[in-house]
């Protein structure tokens, strides 16, 4: 049997033979004998338990055990008897009449079919039966009614779709269910609520949504929950779940939640564990978790959180483990540990952090566990308390210690920071004097900073983009594109969120001196703070001796809505626009259909074109312009194929070393073609969204996750900024460069 059934039986040894076996010890004295049941190829049996019966074999086995069962007596009498057979797709009535069980488990991968007598005339009360890994795709809801007694049922790994009302009637003793891994879709009302005493819930592996799930309301008794892998979607409020005041153990890992309310989960007031890996979420609002004061374990792994505020997880007095490995964080603050007074176990593995600060782990912080494995820390002066204080803690394993790695400044690359001395921790001046200078791209020793001019005149966000108009100086025309950095204002330092590749030439813009850029607003935070820098190639861009880099940054700006734009409109560049993807299909004989995508699309007022070129045997057999807003085309007329078809930004050539290209096999005859036009059709459109969907997805987690540069990546914020923020600037664009 599998690891689940397995587990399941576990369950049941820990109620029969507590209760059964140490019972029977004590009436007879008698030392327990495995029966010898073995007919082989019939059916062959062993214990590895005490009064526990483990049968295999084929059609005739369950016969053969029933009747040999039915001659033992004690001490030869068997509690629990766990059948795998073959080759059985039904299970008859009367089966087992005679019998004394109190456990029964049958599997055969086939039995669709249970008789409704038969579990009848047992001759002892059977109290746990299951019926994993068989194809029922229907409660069987009259034979279990023969069986009242009955306290755990396993239903798992069969092919259930709907609970109807009455499914489980007369099992008013019921107090475990288990009907994980079926596809179950539909809850009728009072399907399971009708079960008094149920005390555990599993339904893992199944499509229910939220709607579904509200059935469960009244179930007073019901402790542990298991609703994973599920098709639960949208964000967690007070409301998705029906209110269960006696629940204590809630499972809601591997669904589609996308964030957590203001009091989510009213209603759950002894709740002490909650599981939450491997969702969406990707906020959680303030008071989000204030109606679990009990709760001691929270997983939130896997998930896409970017920060943690104060008050998110400050009602969380007694939480004891906290899991948020594997998300977006950026900082470890005292917002997320300070108010937990009683955690003892923190794991940060695998997200972004690069910074600690001072205050986010006192003497007051008692964590036995904190890992911090795959972060980007930034070993400067700021990490010393938090340097201190990972040396210093006796309770913290030397493994979790050796976590906390270093990734800049390249001097201390991969270093443990438990191991760094503190003299070693610099910062500002004291850096660039005492340290090893930050290592160069090859173009950085020619590249000087220009003292050309370069302001934000206008900021706008319309809640999706950022859009920044910048004044450039005149005379530092002409002038290429190249990045522009973001960081975000983390208590007294600037970390650096984002680093994003621009691409632009001042000679296609209408006027030099207005340049501006948009940028997703996918990896901000609403209300978060943030600055802009850009870095410009003065000299158009080409390696010379005339070539500067002309820097500019601005104020710190709280991330919040704006008024509408001006009625003037902006010149457009958008920062991503460029072909993700590019598709081609044979819809006729010496007929293309040809597809692109864009990694953004523009806006509509944005003059962006693309040109598409068709090949055969390196030969250009057409070529088109299209606009960016309607990136498709037909092109007919062509000879036999196979053809080359590669398309770019901008103009031709659409070979060049931006150009996408793919290779389109011969045509189909028209013999074949018949009905299966619509079928390529539909293939292609079901292909295209799902490549969508996965860009989508892959361009939000590229845009939320820090590019590592091997420079510093925080600097502090002092008397003499715009200094700084031009020497930071400098070295994460010549690096880059």
Not at 221 to 245: C, H, I, K, R, Y
Not at 368 to 379: E, I, S
Request: hydrophobic share 40%.
């Amino acid at each position: 049997m599998g690891t689940f059934c397995c587990r399941m039986l576990a369950l049941l040894f820990l109620l029969l033979l507590s209760s059964l076996v140490s019972g029977r010890n004590n009436t007879d004295k008698t030392p327990w004998r495995c029966p010898e049941i073995t007919q082989p190829p019939a059916v062959t049996c062993s214990c590895d338990l005490p009064h526990t019966l483990r049968c295999t074999g084929g059609s005739s086995a369950l016969q053969v055990i029933a009747e040999a069962l039915r001659g033992l007596v004690p001490p030869a009498a068997v509690s629990l008897l766990d059948c795998t057979v073959q080759n059985v797709s039904s299970l008859p009535g009367t089966l087992l009449e005679g019998v004394i069980l109190h456990g029964l488990v049958v599997s055969s991968g086939e039995i669709h079919h249970v008789a409704d007598q038969a579990f009848s005339g047992l001759a002892g009360p059977l109290q746990a039966l299951g019926l994993p890994n068989n194809k029922l795709q229907t409660v069987p809801t009259e034979a279990l009614s023969a069986i009242p007694a009955l306290d755990r049922l396993d239903l798992s790994h069969n092919f259930l779709e709907t609970l109807s009302t009455g499914s489980f009637k007369g099992l008013f003793n019921l107090t475990f269910l288990e009907l994980s891994e079926n596809r179950l879709s539909a809850l009728e009302d009072d399907a399971i609520s009708s079960l008094p005493k149920l005390q555990t819930l599993r339904l893992r592996g199944n499509r229910l949504g939220v709607n579904a799930v509200s059935v469960l309301r009244g179930m007073r008794s019901l402790q542990e929950l298991d609703v994973s892998d599920n098709l639960l979607a949208g964000p967690l409020g007070s409301t998705t779940l029906p209110a269960l005041p006696g629940l204590r153990v809630l499972q809601l890992a591997h669904n589609q939640i996308s964030s957590v309310r203001r009091g989510a989960l009213t209603g759950f007031a002894s709740l002490v564990s909650l599981t939450l890996n491997h969702n969406q979420i990707d906020v959680l609002e303030d008071n989000a978790f204030s109606e679990l004061r009990t709760l001691t374990q929270l997983d939130m792994a896997h998930n896409r959180i970017v920060a943690v505020s104060g008050n998110s997880l400050a009602h969380l007095s007694r939480l004891v483990q906290l899991d948020l490995a594997h998300n977006f964080l950026r900082a470890l603050t005292a917002d997320l540990v300070v108010p937990l007074r009683n955690l003892k176990e923190l794991r940060l593995d695998d997200n972004d952090i690069s910074m600690v600060t001072s205050d986010a782990l006192t003497s007051g912080v008692m964590l036995r566990r904190l890992t911090l494995a795959d972060n980007p820390l930034n070993c400067d002066c700021s990490l010393a308390e938090f340097a201190e204080w990972l040396t210093n803690s006796s309770h913290l394993p030397a493994s979790d210690q050796a976590t906390a790695v270093c990734a800049t400044p390249p001097s201390l690359e991969n270093g443990l920071l438990a191991e760094v001395s503190p003299h070693e921790l610099l910062c500002g001046e004291d850096e660039e004097d005492t340290g090893p200078a930050p290592p160069q791209g090859p173009l950085a020793p020619q590249v000087p900073v220009s003292g050309k001019q370069v302001t934000l005149h206008i900021f706008h966000y319309d809640g999706y983009s950022v859009k920044l108009l910048w004044n450039v100086e005149a005379s530092a025309a002409p002038y290429a594109c190249d990045a522009l950095f973001v960081y975000e204002e983390v208590g007294a330092h600037e970390v650096l969120l984002e680093s994003n590749p621009v691409r632009c030439n001042s000679s296609q813009l209408a006027d030099p001196r207005a340049l501006t850029l948009t940028l997703s607003s996918s990896g901000l935070l609403l209300g978060h703070r943030y600055r802009y820098c850009v870095v410009l190639l003065e000299g158009g861009g080409v390696a010379s001796d005339e070539m500067a880099l002309v820097l500019g940054c601005s104020d710190i700006i709280p991330l919040i809505p704006t008024a509408q734009p001006q009625s003037q409109p902006l010149p457009e560049f958008s920062l991503t626009t460029h072909i993700a993807a590019l598709h081609a299909n044979v819809s006729s004989p010496g007929t293309l259909l040809i597809v692109v995508q864009l990694w953004e699309q523009p806006l509509p007022d944005a003059h962006c074109s693309l040109a598409v070129a068709v090949f055969t045997s390196n030969s250009p057999i057409a070529q088109q312009h299209l606009n960016c807003s309607n990136p498709r085309t037909v092109i007919g007329d062509l000879p036999v194929g196979p053809y080359r078809v590669c398309a770019t930004t901008g103009d031709f050539p659409s070979t060049g070393p931006r150009a996408r290209c793919i290779t389109v096999q011969q045509p189909i005859s028209s013999q074949d073609l018949g009905g299966t036009n619509i079928a390529i059709a539909t293939g292609f459109v079901a292909l295209s969204t799902v490549l969508l969907l996965g860009l989508i997805l892959g361009t939000r987690r590229l845009f939320r996750r820090p590019k590592l540069l091997p420079t510093h990546q925080c600097f502090l914020a002092g008397p003499q900024d715009e200094e700084q923020h031009s020497r930071y600037v400098k070295l994460h664009a010549t690096t880059k460069l």
